[in-house]
């Protein structure tokens, strides 16, 4: 993972920049105006329609994609400064052949009614299962230095930067649940 | 119990369209591949009440990208009398900060964006009024209540049998503005071609979407197609037309190109409605037992100066409990604020949250148990029209949830138990709603090879309509599910009312059954032919021949929480509600609707809140990071259960709908659990920590 962000060359209107994005594997070089967010150049540009816009200032979680291999609100970040970067939509979760074992879950446990919060749960849930295997404490979490077992309660915590005002939460962990336990 | 379900009704089913959702390739409203498309970005008021004296879009128009502004100097007229929250962009008066003044149009979302910061507006400001109060000077009586109720009710004598009450209770309760906040907010992609308009809405309904364009601009109906295929929930918000729909489809016409244009978060927290705050006084007035004689509720909330909207806040104590003297009333203030709409269970919601709150105080006044209290004012007939139930389960609900909830070994005394720094209670609630239909058209096709289609102008929302709509036309058919398809959010299938007053499947479920019904009749004597065979049936004698009975679905919520000790924070441990909704079509969509609704009764309770600047006449925690709904974090254990009921006297479908009996007194039963938890009686939600920090009980 790279530590900081790269800006893209200026292009020749002084508003724009050239950068090179990966997107669930493709690359993409792309002119973009440098106040494009990262949300509106995966919606608007790559028309990858799965990142949703719910709030456009990182309260929702719906826009939530993996960066670099981490969860990200693709709506606080300027698309021009990820010039080289790896990105992840929930376009990208599923297998050539079938949906991953956490789409499948969400499906399986009814985690979402009218489905708007969704990706951004989805991406959100993935990243968080990475950061549970790398120990990495929430504010709920007990002991700081064990490894972390990945309670209702952890999951909960760590799953409440993604709002649902269908509130499918508790299928929503029950989904994630299965998915961990399987692993 | 009921025979096990033998064909798809009954059975639990994922929903549809559940891969298209987790792939990310359901299209909302705006997310639809249109050549050519440009973005409209809505400029809302920044004056409370006056009149726009000038605008100057000079700095927006040199945005590099800008098409066009529109204003009412300039915009494409509109009928005038349609609906006067949509007369937009025509006239320069302002009725409430917030309310759209302009559009800027432009080929990117930046551009866009940018130029509607640089709008120049100045505007003739006059004094304004935008706080509720019960001594407001512009307090009226509406001439009937959302939505078509009388206004005031009266049985017997109340005062009388107030006053000679042995236990007499009189509270005054209060629910502040609370903001629907779907998480797609409003948004639409307009564009024009050769006069005929094709929108893409987040609507709850797009037949009457189409309905209100063609005659906001005076076009023919069928020259208007409204689709809303997939909708990011609305709670009511989206119940009717909004401005969105009307600002796309100005500003597609001004630039003659595809517009697409979403509300901003911010944007979603007047405009397009919200649930009016209320004050409601409740008087019981009992024996020593806890029997009421006598009952008024008298209900306050605002309005606008744009359009009458009154909330039926007290209808729900018309038909609730019994008592031989009972009177309701509903009064309204009309304020320079935006016009408030539906929120989920509007009246229903902030009404049995007073009345259900009232009667635990009563059962504490009297000593009685809060769920054998509310047995003992079961109804036998319904205490307002006098007309007996098709089916009345309360009791019923009320008995299987305090079995289920070990509701038995409750200790009454309030602030008695603690848990190292947790003061535990519990609490108890009724719920009811009507269950309504409404006339719908349906189509059920045959093809040669054996399969079927049935069309409905249906909205699902996030309902799961879409998937009930399927099994229920299956069954119908008396074909295997998979031989089924069905087509639902779109103006262009056969008209059907908005998913709104939880009687969505029950008004379309009746159409498709009578549609397939039909179909199937049909096919008995004859073979599908090459060309398939369609038949199209309309509701509308069937419905308005209903026999007039009270139909409700009825509940139960049982709560526990636990309210820190030291800081007042207060946490719900457990939601348990009971529900006798008729039949449940799909138990797995059904769960979810239920649990959505107790979740967003917590939320009530809790944390949302709007809170007005009276300066300015708009709320100032317009956004998700200060208006709080309830988050993953904030729901622990949450359950939802259903009776096995059989109701004949519904319709076809046999459903009462499930939407929004959820919402209906659950924050009542938090309230309730607060208070023995506690012996705190908060009266005006939310129940913050800084209402109870200074009234806790010494540890």
């Known amino acids: 993972m790279r530590s900081g962000r790269e800006s893209g060359k200026p292009a020749d209107d002084d508003r724009s920049s050239r950068i090179t994005l990966t997107v669930n594997g493709v690359d993409h070089d792309l002119t973009l105006d440098n106040r494009t967010t990262l949300l509106d150049a995966l919606r608007e540009r790559l028309t990858l329609i799965g990142s949703k816009k719910g709030c456009d200032h990182g309260q929702c979680g719906s826009c939530t994609v993996r960066l670099d291999g981490r969860r990200v609100k693709s709506c606080l970040i300027l698309a021009v400064t990820l010039d080289g970067r790896t990105v992840v939509t929930v376009e990208g979760l599923a297998g050539p052949a079938d949906l991953s074992p956490l789409q499948a879950a969400f499906v399986a446990h009814d985690a979402f009614q009218c489905g708007y919060c969704t990706p951004g749960q989805l991406c959100s849930a993935r990243g968080m299962l990475d950061e549970v295997a790398r120990d990495w404490p929430s504010a709920v979490t007990e002991d700081l230095t064990a490894p972390v077992e990945l309670t209702d309660a952890e999951v909960r915590e760590r799953m409440s930067g993604n709002l649902c005002r269908c509130a499918a939460y508790p299928h929503i962990v029950a989904a994630i649940r299965d998915v961990a336990a399987a692993r | ?699």
């Open chain 2, 1 to 699: 119990m009921s025979a096990p379900p033998v064909g798809a009704v009954g059975r639990e089913h994922p929903r549809l369209e559940g891969r298209d959702k987790v792939t990310g390739t359901a299209r909302y409203a705006v997310e639809y591949p249109v050549d050519d498309v440009t973005y409209g970005w809505a400029v809302p008021a920044a004056a409370t009440r006056g009149r726009i004296s000038r605008i100057d879009t000079a700095q927006t128009l040199a945005v590099p990208g800008v098409l066009d502004v529109l204003h009412h100097g300039n915009a494409p007229r509109l009928a005038p009398g349609v609906d006067d929250t949509l007369f937009l962009l025509q006239e320069p008066t302002v009725h409430y900060r917030g309310e759209f003044v302009a559009v800027v149009v432009a080929e990117t979302l930046e551009a866009a964006r940018e130029g509607a910061r640089l709008v120049r507006i100045d505007y003739d400001t006059e004094a304004h009024s935008t706080v509720l109060s019960p001594h407001h000077p512009s307090l009226y009586r509406p001439d009937t209540v959302n939505p078509g109720y009388p206004t005031d009710t009266a049985e017997g004598d109340f005062d009388a049998a107030f006053a000679a009450a042995e236990v007499q209770l009189d509270t005054t309760y209060r629910t502040p503005a609370y903001h629907n906040n779907p998480m797609e907010p409003h948004a639409t992609t307009a564009r024009w071609r050769d006069g005929r308009l094709l929108v893409h809405d987040s609507t709850q309904g797009s037949t009457p979407v189409q309905a209100t364009l063609a005659q906001l601009f005076g076009l023919p109906p069928e020259t208007v197609r409204v689709i809303a295929e997939h909708v990011g929930g609305g709670f009511g918000s989206k119940g009717a037309p909004k401005a969105p729909v009307v600002l796309a489809a100005l500003a597609a016409r001004q630039v003659d190109r595809p517009v697409r244009l979403a509300l901003t978060r911010q944007q979603l927290f007047g405009p397009i409605g919200y649930r009016t705050p209320t004050i409601q006084r409740v008087r019981l007035g009992a024996d020593a037992d806890g029997r009421i004689a006598a009952v008024c509720h008298d209900a306050i909330s605002q309005t606008s100066k744009v359009q009458e909207f009154a909330e039926q806040t007290a209808v729900y104590t018309r038909s609730m409990y019994a008592g031989r003297h009972r009177r309701t009333t509903h009064r309204l203030v009309r304020l320079d604020v935006p016009t408030p709409f539906w929120m989920r269970a509007p009246g229903e919601c902030p009404g049995a949250y007073a009345l259900e709150s009232a009667l635990d105080e009563l059962a504490t006044a009297c000593g009685v148990d809060p769920v054998e209290l509310r047995v003992r004012n079961d109804a036998t007939v319904d205490p307002d029209s006098g007309q007996p139930f098709s089916s009345r389960n309360l009791v019923a609900c009320l008995r299987e949830g305090a079995r289920r909830f070990d509701w038995a070994d409750r200790d009454p005394t309030p602030g008695a138990r603690r848990l190292g720094r947790w003061l535990i209670g519990t609490g108890v609630a009724g719920a009811s709603y009507p269950a309504r239909s409404r006339a719908a058209t349906a189509t059920a096709a045959a093809a040669p090879d054996g399969t079927f289609e049935v069309r409905v102008n249906a909205t699902d929302i996030g309902t799961g309509a879409r998937t009930a709509l399927w099994q229920l036309a299956a069954d119908a058919l008396a074909v295997p599910a998979d031989r089924v398809a069905i087509r639902v959010g779109d103006s262009d299938l056969p008209p059907a009312p908005v998913a709104g007053g939880s009687m969505g499947t029950a008004s379309w479920g009746w159409a498709v059954i009578r549609a397939c019904e039909q179909l199937r009749q049909r096919l008995r004597d004859t073979a599908v032919p090459a060309e398939g065979l369609t038949v199209e049936v309309s509701t509308a004698d069937e419905v308005r021949a209903q026999r007039p009975l009270a139909r409700y679905a009825y509940g139960a919520h049982f709560v526990q929480v636990r309210v820190d000790a030291d800081t007042g924070e207060v946490r719900v441990d457990r939601m348990l509600g009971v529900f006798a909704v008729g039949r449940v079509v799909n138990p797995t969509t059904a769960r979810s609707q239920l649990i959505g609704g107790m979740t967003m009764g917590l939320s009530m309770a809790l944390h949302e809140e709007g809170l007005l600047d009276e300066r300015y006449g708009d709320w100032v925690n317009h956004d998700l990071a200060t208006y709080h709904i309830s988050g993953c974090a904030d729901v622990e254990r949450i359950e939802a259960y259903w009776l096995p009921e059989e109701d004949p006297d519904l319709n076809p479908a046999r459903v009462k709908g499930i939407g929004e009996i959820g919402i209906v007194g659950s924050a009542a039963a938090v309230a309730n659990a607060v208070h023995h938890a506690t012996g705190v009686r908060i009266r005006d939600l939310p129940i913050r920590l800084d209402k109870l920090l200074d009234r806790l009980p010494a540890g």
